[in-house]
């Protein structure tokens, strides 16, 4: 028997949970979208080509019902700031309250940028994607993911160099925080 | 910030290893003279580790029994039978079609490297929790068995087989305690091991939600997912073992 699609979907689940995150913060709301995104690829499977990349066309598809059924409900969604860092705080013990912060800190300044820079952001910096993938899975130019990703960075330097009162600034933050 | 011609995104580029050798050579030139250069190159390595950090727990947790239902109960458009060579696990000492379910609740499924949530008493846990059982993945020949320990409990791990897969090497094996057993894939795709699935085996005569295929084709379909070659054969397999499963 050849391998089923739906087992290489079940593989990707993390990762499609991580991007519906960055594109919906509540928890459950990220699930329904991921879930949406499975049905509607599973129902459009014939046009995925095989040998092309199933991650890059499953993220397309999720960016894509997001705009067009997400996006609204999402807006009124109240921000649980709360819950991000007392979840990060929970998952690991071994980890300092310091870099606890330093992850809480980051999400919630990745959760500020806009939509646009944020989707670039995860797909490069957190899925892994080439800036070619990631052009594809956004359908824009490879020029544009770049000028995004750019600035998305810089506003995310900005931003968690402003929340430590370091002498030196922002650099001492960002290359000084590896223990 | 373009000093010498070089844009912030050449930088970052740079720092995301996304551009031919030539311009790295010069950019690397460029970052050596430059120490304001180099703190931007720094900062987007920075950026860009802290964003996965930041979602590291969302790609360990827990995976909801929904989700994985909600894929492996629908059927896909055409259901064709994609392209990949037929390979089928080396599970001669597996029982044949095992009835495999997932288990809600029972946190051991498709978490990355990191063990948060795993139920204390699963195998999984043990599995995850163990470096005895990282260990006894990377060292036994396959068919072979070790004993590992966690948490008071004591399971038997058994390594039953080996793949080639993109950019390092995968293996599965099962774990089981006297209550219970899973099966799981673990890969070494970077510097180490990592467990990458485990799936709980149903108990006998439980009537929880078991999904239409077994944890072996799930497995199977992760190998594909991640490259895999057919299983190695036996001295491949121990060559690798001897050289710490370099490629």
Redesign the interface.
Known sequence: ???????????????L??FA??LVRDREAA?DL??AT??RA?????RWE??TR?DSWMFRIMRNLWIDEFRKAQSAAPVDEGADVE??AG??GDRTVESNL??AR??RA?AELPEEQRSV??L???EEL??REAADALEIPVGTV??R??R???A??AM?GETRAKPSG??AV??G??P | MSRSGVTPEMLMAFADQEIDRETAEAIERAVRDNPELAETVAAFRTTRRLAREAFGDVLAEPMPERLIRSVLESTPEGARVLPFPPRRLRGAALPLAASIMIVAGLAGYFLGQRAGGVHPSAPGAIAFGDPAAIEALASLPSGGERVVRASGAEATLRVTGSYGVDGGFCRTFTVATAAQSARGLGCKRGPGWSIEAIIADAPAGGDQYRPASGGDEILEGMLDSLGASEPLAAEQERALIESGWKR
């Open positions: 028997m050849g391998t089923d699609v739906r087992h290489q979907i079940i593989a990707l689940l993390p990762r949970r991580a995150r960055a699930d991921v879930q499975c049905e599973l129902r459009a499977i014939d095989a040998g199933l979840q990060i998952a690991h330093m992850l980051t999400r990745i952001l995860v490069v910096c957190v080439s800036y770049m000028s990703l750019a998305a960075r810089e995310l330097s968690l922002s650099r960002l290359s925080e590896r």
